[in-house]
């Protein structure tokens, strides 16, 4: 192997290390990773010396820069929709390159692609300086490339960035509805991914002096995607040995369609060990002293913590919630019950901003919240639900999924760049954000049980678990989907405590269930839904007699 | 020149929205973007090719009977590479027992698919492109020449409005089984809940199957209309930006709406055809671009509801 060899390889390698942080650490399908290295390259070619006859570090800067705001702008869509839709928008970007450069030969020199002279010299003559990019030096450039990505990937991956990327990749809508800002994140990640593959296909047109389509084609963007999927989730050794796979599969297959499928084999295989590694993966589990007894607050003292006025909703014209209003106060649990599709779980998604109502307001201790929201700025605002199925960030112990809330609650600005660069406000933040969740878990009694793998807890764990992630987003009103589904009697006392005990640190409660004997023990207020309108709204004896709840649940009298 | 280009257009894109139509099936009964569907319909038409012409075809017209049998070849191959690409690349990633989706699972696999079925074509053959005789024949059904007159100048071959037709006349009677038969009916029930389907007795497992084979099916119908154009070769690669084109035509239909997936590759095909009026290499970009912008500036009114 030369070193030219060996520069190519680790130049291919800061695109995967790239590709990885969006497919493993983030869990996006990105198939193409081969157009941004395209970019990088033709880019370079075009404006650097042989072509526009810029700088040659200036037309590489330009490239890569221009590779990292095509990634943003592919994700500017997608990125709001499933993650699935990011492998569609990659993938035909992907073809759109690749093609594009073979439809205009006059300009990215048809199959035989651009050539500039090699070794190209970074030269500048205020500093008088003459630099040979020699084989070696690039060996050493990209290198240290690579190296600091390594080193950037693991710090990120341990801080608030971290926190972030698990929920991205583990449970999105988990992520979205703790506060955690997923589609501007999958953006960010993008770009990122995006620019460093723009630097590969820099890098790798200066070495060689040559970019051809048929090197950044959309073969390369899978195979660089077979590359990144070898390690599985989050080890950073797992594109090298996806890459040293790559740099030797020339010698197993001489022409581009035999490599062709070989990847596609690699791929298969890789999908069957991806399945095998998956299923004995452990759990990393962060060894805890017990949290101390450190009390839930909620952010503001006001007597009226929501006010919800007038609601109306419908799905497709059908009306679920007609004209629904909701007071909920400082430290009491209220009650939401209501048979089978009278709107419960719809008015719970309206009040958590998850839905846009089509008449009503909502006000959030005693301030109008705006029409069109989004669930992390409600959660900001300091509302948050629990879903009514358990929902689990599958790999993450449980002290790890109430962080994601804490992070998704309090969000410092830069607070993933303050942690990379380890200022002394980052520490402070992070003794802050272990505190919120010592408090959540205390609060939900879940201390003894903080560090075990999440499959390994009990169904009403679970439950609390949901409870104790949104707590520790320090929201003041909780809003709780049938907390007690799943759980047994020993459970249900326990939630019962769980939540006098969090009613009676200040915060909101709203508890849909449908279990009348947990409602009439917690509850101090109960509003009645039938068919999206509130048929009865009052204290549990009130409420119990009154004549329209009876027939909503037992049916009209004979 | 125009009417001809839009003619010609509308003929490309009935091709497309049948493909779209398979793509909008299982988009909207398994939440599962069909990244290798194109690939499918250019593999069913070589198998064919392969079978009934053999490895170096030459374009004379085929006999009744090699026609027959090439065209049940490809429906069936269809049908059969669909209900394979879903059984093995994508069943074992869908949900299951409360277990969610594994999205790069299924991405993986339909992509390692595609490449697959690309690549071992691409190996069997030793061209790159073919030309293909027109298995259908369908420029022989009207006029005899193969061409027809159009008013304000121009000619169109005759294949062409035929291809419209009976693309068109598929597609609708797709749309109309899909959306009234119980098996279009067990369909919206997997998309909606999959486990409340099951309970219900709906076979969910053999919906999903039956699903891929029925895309297959459209997919094979489609790759029947695409070959024989004599104006075109068929290439191995092509079915990645046949499949892309459907993609675009089935966002541009609002994804979930069968009509509209249809409607949306009518949109495609002249877009295409206009495309390439402009500059020949147009033609396959257009469709690409267009995706790519869609999915960028308008997705969520792209979201099916």
């Known amino acids: 192997m030369s070193l030219v060899d060996l520069a190519q390889a680790l130049w291919l390698l800061v695109a995967a290390l790239g590709l990885a942080l969006s497919v493993q650490y983030a869990g996006l399908p990105v198939l193409g990773q081969g157009a941004f290295v395209a970019v990088g390259g033709v880019g370079t070619a075009l404006l650097g010396p042989g072509g526009a006859g810029w700088p040659l570090g200036l037309a590489a800067a330009a490239a890569v820069v221009t590779a990292g705001v095509l990634g943003h702008l592919v994700a500017l869509g997608a990125s709001r929709l499933e993650g699935a839709y990011l492998a569609l928008a990659t993938w035909a970007l992907a073809w759109l390159v690749y093609r594009t450069l073979l439809a205009f030969p006059d300009t990215f020199g048809g199959a035989q692609g651009l050539v500039r002279s090699s070794p190209a010299h970074l030269v500048s003559p205020s500093l008088g300086l003459d630099l040979v990019l020699t084989p070696a030096a690039h060996v050493v450039l990209a290198g240290l490339t690579c190296v600091t990505v390594v080193l950037v990937l693991r710090r990120l991956d341990r801080g608030p960035g971290g926190l972030d990327l698990a929920a991205l990749r583990e449970g999105p809508e988990l992520a979205a509805s703790l506060g955690v800002p997923v589609a501007a994140r999958r953006r960010a990640v993008l770009t990122a991914t995006a620019a460093l593959g723009g630097l590969s296909g820099a890098g790798t047109v200066v070495l060689l002096g040559l970019v051809a389509p048929d090197d950044v084609s959309p073969l390369l963007s899978l195979q660089l995607f077979v590359a990144v999927l070898v390690g599985g989730a989050t080890r950073w050794w797992g594109p090298v040995l996806g890459v040293a796979l790559l740099t030797v599969l020339p010698y197993l297959a001489d022409t581009q369609r035999a490599r062709g499928v070989v990847t596609a084999l690699l791929l298969v295989l890789v999908l069957v060990l991806r399945r095998l590694l998956a299923r004995d993966r452990q759990v990393a589990a962060p060894v805890r002293t017990r949290a101390q007894e450190v009390e839930v607050r909620p952010l503001t003292w006001q007597p009226v913590l929501l006010r919800a006025t007038g609601i109306g909703a419908s799905y497709d014209g059908v009306r679920a919630l007609d004209d629904v209003d909701l007071v909920l106060r400082a430290g009491r649990v209220h009650a939401l019950i209501g048979p089978n599709g009278s709107g419960k779980s719809t008015l719970l998604r309206v009040l958590a901003g998850d839905l846009v109502p089509d008449a009503g307001t909502v006000e959030v201790a005693g301030t109008e919240q705006p029409v069109r929201t989004s669930p992390q700025d409600r959660v900001r605002a300091g509302v948050v639900r629990t879903p009514q199925r358990t929902v689990l960030l599958p790999r993450s112990t449980p002290v790890r999924q109430v962080e994601v809330g804490a992070r998704g609650g309090s969000r410092p600005r830069q607070a993933v760049l303050r942690h990379l660069l380890a200022t002394p406000s980052s520490r402070t933040a992070a003794a802050r954000a272990r505190r919120t969740v010592d408090a959540a878990l205390a609060a939900t009694r879940l201390e003894d049980v903080s560090a075990v793998d999440p499959a390994a807890l009990t169904v009403g764990e679970q439950r609390l678990l949901q409870v104790a992630r949104a707590v520790a987003t320090g929201a003041s009103v909780l809003l709780l989907d049938e907390p007690a589904a799943g759980m047994t009697a020993d459970e249900r006392a326990t939630l019962r405590s769980v939540l006098r005990h969090l009613a009676g640190n200040g915060l909101a409660v709203l508890l849909v269930e449908h279990d009348m004997r947990l409602v009439n023990a917690v509850a101090e207020r109960i509003t009645v839904l039938d068919a999206g309108r509130v048929i009865a709204d009052g204290s549990p004896t009130a409420v119990r007699d009154d004549p329209r709840v009876q027939t909503a649940y037992l049916g009209a009298p004979a | ?305």
């Open chain 2, 1 to 305: 020149m125009l009417l001809q280009a839009v003619v010609t257009g509308l003929a490309g894109g009935v091709v497309l929205g049948l493909v779209a139509l398979g793509f909008t099936l299982v988009a909207g009964t398994l939440r599962v973007l069909h990244l290798a569907h194109g690939d499918v319909v250019v593999a069913a038409v070589f198998t064919g090719i392969l079978v009934v012409l053999g490895r170096t075809p030459v374009a004379t017209a085929l006999s009744p009977n090699h026609a027959a049998l090439f065209a049940l070849l490809v429906l069936a191959a269809g049908a059969l590479l669909s209900a394979a690409v879903g059984w093995l690349a994508v069943r074992p990633h869908l949900p299951d027992r409360g277990r969610d989706a594994d999205v790069l699972g299924w991405v993986a696999g339909l992509v390692a698919a595609g490449l697959l079925l690309r690549e071992v074509l691409a190996l069997l053959l030793p061209q790159e492109a073919y030309a293909v005789p027109d298995p259908l024949r369908l420029d022989s059904l009207l006029g005899s020449d193969g061409v027809l007159g159009l008013p304000f100048g121009g000619t169109l071959a005759a294949r062409v409005p035929a291809v419209l037709l009976i693309g068109l006349l598929v597609g609708l009677l797709a749309e109309r089984v899909l959306v009234r038969s119980r098996f279009g009916k067990a369909l919206r029930a997997v998309a909606d809940d999959p486990d409340a389907a099951f309970l219900c007795g709906v076979p969910s497992r053999r919906v999903v199957s039956l699903a891929f084979l029925a895309a297959g099916l459209l997919a094979g119908i489609a790759g029947l209309l695409y070959t024989g154009d004599p104006g075109r070769s068929v290439g191995v690669d092509d079915g990645v930006l046949l499949g892309l084109g459907a993609v675009a035509a089935a966002l541009l239909g609002g994804l979930g709406s069968l009509r509209g997936a249809l409607a949306g590759g009518l949109a495609v095909g002249v877009l295409q055809a206009l495309a390439v009026q402009v500059r020949p290499q147009y033609g396959e970009l257009a469709p690409l671009l267009l995706l790519v912008v869609l999915l960028a500036v308008r997705p969520a009114g792209l979201r099916r509801a």
